[in-house]
Nanobody, 128 residues
Framework: QVQLVESGGGLVQAGDSLRLSCAAS????????MGWFRQAPGKEREFVAA????????YYASSVKGRFTISRDNAENTGYLQMNNLKPEDTAVYYC?????????????????????WGQGTQVTVSS
């Protein structure tokens, strides 16, 4: 079991930045690939970014590429999502999730079903 807790969300203006954190406990965090997803009201949960267990490979949705950066600190059992130049369309609940190693390299990192563990989410609201 891996327990994940997100933090760092809030209300910001367009163009601002936020850094989300995902604190992991339970089994060794470094054994898992990690992803960030988001869900806006009335919409399905969508992929944002993914990082492999070592932190050596990252992938992004086209809508956030160049603005968001995913990273992790395995020594601190924490993952991060740095979000710059936020836009109103980034407004959503953001979730971190953990998947078995190899998920990122398999190419299936964008599918919610590949992730076994999820946090409770943190709200990000971007005003125009």
């Amino acid at each position: 079991q891996v327990q994940l807790v997100e933090s760092g969300g809030g209300l910001v203006q367009a163009g601002d930045s936020l850094r989300l954190s995902c604190a992991a406990s339970g089994r060794t965090f470094s054994r898992y690939d990690m992803g960030w997803f988001r869900q806006a009201p009335g919409k399905e949960r969508e992929f944002v970014a993914a990082i492999d267990w070592s932190g050596g490979s990252t992938y992004y949705a086209s809508s956030v590429k160049g603005r968001f950066t995913i990273s992790r600190d395995n020594a601190e059992n924490t993952g991060y999502l740095q979000m710059n130049n936020l836009k109103p369309e980034d407004t959503a609940v953001y979730y971190c999730a953990a998947a078995t190693p190899g998920t990122v390299f398999s190419g299936n990192y964008a599918y919610t079903g590949m992730y076994s563990y999820w946090g409770q989410g943190t709200q990000v609201t971007v005003s125009s």
